[in-house]
């Protein structure tokens, strides 16, 4: 069973960084994407980022170009690195792993970004 592990997030002041971490386990399949999905409060989840196997990322305009996306394949990891954060970053911050047909989810990690 596939297992999806975050770490990272916390607190910050606008302007400020934070990284994000998270690493798969349960899965052999080779072929694979990763990446990152927010909600806030009161909003519905939206894509961030995402990166293929073959490491080319994919950025939706909620990364405003402050916002990068990495991976590791052994184990599979997938990292967003977010610099010059502002307020409107403040959400629950899910990675997912899609591989098979099949997609997972981390449980989550907050991301609080003061002005």
């Known amino acids: 069973q596939v297992q999806l592990k975050e770490s990272g997030g916390g607190f910050v002041q606008a302007g400020g960084s934070l990284s994000l971490a998270c690493e798969a386990s349960?899965?052999?399949?080779?072929?694979?994407?990763m990446g990152w999905y927010r909600q806030a409060p009161e909003k519905q989840r939206e894509m961030v980022a995402f990166?293929?196997?073959?490491?080319?990322?994919n950025y939706t305009d909620v990364a405003k170009g402050r916002l990068t996306i990495s991976r590791d394949y052994a184990p599979n990891a997938v990292y967003l690195h977010m610099n010059r954060l502002e307020p409107d970053a403040t959400a629950v911050y899910y990675c997912?792993?899609?591989?098979?047909?099949?997609?997972?989810w981390g449980q989550g990690t907050q991301v609080s970004v003061s002005p």
């Open positions: 997912f792993f899609y591989t098979g047909g099949h997609n997972y």
């Open positions: 349960g899965s052999s399949d080779v072929l694979n994407v």
């Open positions: 990166i293929t196997t073959g490491g080319r990322a």
